[in-house]
């Protein structure tokens, strides 16, 4: 009887992701990638990777103190333009999307004549939050009193206006926020009054974001995942040394473990993976070598913005911040596609979106809530990060350079308060 009840079993193979090939590298970015494919074969073949000129320690408070945290998030998150949405997530006029970055409530609108808005999501009567998720809209009304803010943030009606009283509705606007979007991306800037400067903030990124042409893609799925501290997490997507040990069944069987190409842009940072598609055709011709099928990139935007497999059809796009605690993190995590979404790719993208969300987070995200166990455990010792984790290490150079420079903003401004810096080993 056991036996043929296992007859009649089939085991199905798990499904992975179909990622798909795509012919969006043209020009100089097609040189570029070309370039990283050439600099992976070769490291495929020496068994080596892009390396850091030394290790470097990281002093483990940098991971605990919720002063320094507290410095982190004052001098860089609440300065800095964060990418909070893509321009595919607000499709057509009258839209918004809202969401919480390091927990400040936002919402982004775009208004009856196409432009992009970002405010504080908090109604000025009283508080309540103004709206949830994404959707379509011509103004927001507020779900307690059911004031209503038009799509740029002015307060445009007052229920039971008659019995309210008088006050000057000009300054009851939702609270502005700092807004650009470009390369497909919106940027919100947290602090009220300050200025996005959006092209030096990419610098020589910005031609590097340019060439995904984001701004032609669609959003399929978006998922917000919790995780530890927000640098924690963010290390596991700047390294392909881990590959082999935490995704033994997933991403190393389609990956090259411990091989990548490393660039850094200013803050930002773009590497270069090799996937095992990439066997086939090392010891061939180059007119036969397609860096979108043999070479999974990210790109990397600081402070936690990964674009990966941006060259082919089918990538994920995941924003990780943290939120107001040290050890807390949440990553919206997006499938986003090239080609039109409709029925007969919607098990693919279900597949992909689902093989994605049980590698990041049972994978990645649980093996770094272990890491954040272990360094509440060991405060006073540091991490030690390899010559073959330049990525990481160029992270938390970036990170401390733009304290740096936060602090030295913060102060021309005018603001004392002391701020504890992360510790140097
Ligand atoms: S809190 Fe929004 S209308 Fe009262
Ligand atoms: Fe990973």
Redesign the pocket.
Known sequence: MTEMIADDIEIAEPEVPQWLRSDVLDGEAREQAMDMMRRLTVHLKAKTTDQADSTLEEPIDNYLDPEVFAAEVNLVFKRIPLPLALSAELVGKNTFKSTEAVGVPVVITRDAKGVAHAMMNV?R????L?CEGRGEARALT?P????SFGMDGELRGI?GENTFGDFDKSQRGLIQLPVVEKHGVIWVCLTPGLTIDIDSWLGEWGPQLASLKLDECHVFSSRQMPGPNWKATIEGYLEAYHFAATHPNTVFTVNHGNTMVFDGFGPHERLGFALRTIDDVIDGPESAWDPSHHVGPIFWTFPGFSIAGGWRQRMTVALCLPTTKVDESITEHRIVVRHEINEEVQHELEVMRDWFYDVVYNEDYLTQYGVQTGVRATGGHTQIFGRNEIGVQYLHGSLNRLCDEGLAAARAEGDTREYRMPRQA
């Open positions: 109604c009567h009283r508080g309540a103004l507020c307690y009193h059911a004031w229920y």
